[in-house]
């Protein structure tokens, strides 16, 4: 009878250790506009990408964040500026003329990791749209985006944000080591007793 009571105060421990140690996983796309493989016909509100979590804009500038429309020539459209809320970043949208073309994101995820990807989609527009102008060179935000050191400061932010304090997790660690090394004894003394 003591033999159970143990080894389910054991388990008890286990489960409470596992229960308290942060689940960590980077975020992923749930919805964007344009989608993979999409024809599009008519301009968009906004070209966007959203996540299952909220995502992390520490400075609240957009630093590290970035939507990129190319076209098959490598043209780039748009000014490189994007809106982050939550688990949505978006952007204006500007579109050249019709063909294929490749959608490129980048965000901090809630965890502090930078997550980019990329996909085509098809421009195939059936009215009057206003043709945008391509950039042979990637758009900054008008000057404000020096995406490099954006990146990597984000990204450095983001290190230093989901830097775990491991003075909790020792103790707590610590504390499953002695419940376990006590089960363990008790175990033992009751073997010896039988």
Same mark, same amino acid.
């Given at each position: ?59 609240? *500038?957009? !630093?590290?964040?970035?939507?990129? $429309?190319?076209?098959?020539?490598? @043209?780039?459209? %748009?000014?490189?500026? &994007?809106? #982050? ?70 990204? *450095?932010? !983001?290190?230093?944000?989901?830097? $775990?304090?491991?003075?909790?997790? @020792?103790?707590? %660690?610590?504390?499953? &080591?002695? #419940? ?15």
């Amino acid at each position: 009878m003591k033999r159970a009571a143990l080894i389910g105060a054991a388990a008890v421990a286990l489960v409470a250790m596992g229960a308290a140690a942060p689940a960590v996983a980077h975020n992923y796309l749930t919805a964007s506009n344009p989608v993979a493989g999409e024809t599009l016909t008519e301009l968009p509100a906004e070209f966007f990408v959203t996540t299952n979590d909220a995502l992390l804009d520490l400075g609240g *500038d957009g !630093s590290g964040f970035g939507i990129e $429309v190319i076209d098959a020539d490598g @043209l780039y459209y %748009g000014d490189g500026c &994007v809106t #982050v809320g939550g688990s949505t970043m978006s952007t204006v949208p500007a579109i050249g003329e019709a063909g294929e073309y490749t959608f490129v994101y980048q965000f901090v995820s809630a965890d502090g990791h930078t997550v980019s990807d990329e996909f085509a989609f098809t421009w195939a527009p059936t009215g009057e749209f206003d043709v945008a102008e391509g950039s042979a060179t990637q758009p900054d935000c008008d000057g404000t985006l020096a995406r490099e050191d954006a990146v990597q400061e984000s990204a *450095d932010e !983001s290190a230093e944000a989901a830097a $775990v304090d491991l003075g909790p997790v @020792l103790w707590i %660690g610590g504390a499953a &080591v002695a #419940v376990i090394v006590a089960v363990g004894a008790a175990l033992l003394l009751t073997r010896r007793r039988s």
